[in-house]
T-cell receptor, first 112, second 116 residues
Framework: QQPVQSPQAVILREGEDAVINCSSS?????VHWYRQKHGEAPVFLMI?????EQKGHDKISASFNEKKQQSSLYLTASQLSYSGTYFC?????????????FGSGTQLTVLP | DAGVIQSPRHEVTEMGQEVTLRCKPI?????LFWYRQTMMRGLELLIY????????DSGMPEDRFSAKMPNASFSTLKIQPSEPRDSAVYFC??????????????FGQGTRLTVV
């Protein structure tokens, strides 16, 4: 079952912050975040495993609340290079996960 | 490594024709995934292989679609006969280790297929 991402689109000015949410109706083992620029392949950002850990990648971080079956991606002091579509991929298996179900994506535009 | 390599990058074909998409995964990666991306349905997993063996093909839409992985460095996705609704970007991705569970997936640049 496809996770639900919100918002569908967001427009920011350079330096502003943004939060992208990903929620699932089923128990999750892990959440994966990818960014895709127009006409390019998705690029890996980070994986969060169950346990509620928060990870960071430069000024991009994420949290995973397994009880709520939700993950949030935080973009701090956004840069022009952050523009793109962000996808969360959820894995509902435990121990033998091998595939992801991706959300429909959140289109992020950072303006100068 | 040059990353995951897909060919062709663009393919335009007429309805009813056979289409073959190709993928070379990153050397040493033992999982290979085929995805299809459309505006309507997003990024969908079609099939994945582990050590050249198809594990789950439940995402393959119809019998017109078939995929093979004859060796660790090559996979094909074939559509025969093709239909206009097959138009999409097809991505191949590979990972090392236990599939997607806790490893990064590397995507190829995709093949944009247009069926007219």
């Amino acid at each position: 079952q496809q996770p639900v991402q919100s918002p569908q689109a967001v427009i920011l000015r350079e330096g502003e912050d943004a939060v992208i949410n990903c929620s699932s109706s089923k128990a999750l083992y892990s959440v994966h975040w990818y960014r895709q620029k127009h006409g390019e392949a998705p690029v890996f950002l980070m994986i969060l495993l169950k346990g509620g850990e928060q990870k960071g990648h430069d000024k991009i971080s994420a949290s995973f609340n397994e009880k709520k079956q939700q993950s949030s991606l935080y973009l701090t002091a956004s840069q022009l290079s952050y523009s793109g579509t962000y996808f969360c991929g959820t894995d509902g298996s435990s121990g033998s996960a091998r595939q992801l179900t991706f959300g429909s994506g959140t289109q992020l535009t950072v303006l100068p | 490594d040059a990353g995951v390599i897909q060919s062709p990058r663009h393919e335009v074909t007429e309805m009813g024709q056979e289409v073959t998409l190709r993928c070379k995964p990153i050397s040493g990666h033992d999982y290979l995934f085929w995805y299809r991306q459309t505006m309507m349905r997003g990024l969908e997993l079609l099939i994945y292989f582990n050590n050249n063996v198809p594990i789950d093909d439940s995402g393959m839409p119809e019998d017109r679609f078939s995929a093979k992985m004859p060796n660790a460095s090559f996979s094909t996705l074939k559509i025969q006969p093709s239909e206009p609704r097959d138009s999409a970007v097809y991505f191949c991705a590979s990972t090392q280790g236990r599939g997607h569970m806790n490893t990064e997936a590397f995507f190829g640049q995709g093949t944009r297929l247009t069926v007219v």
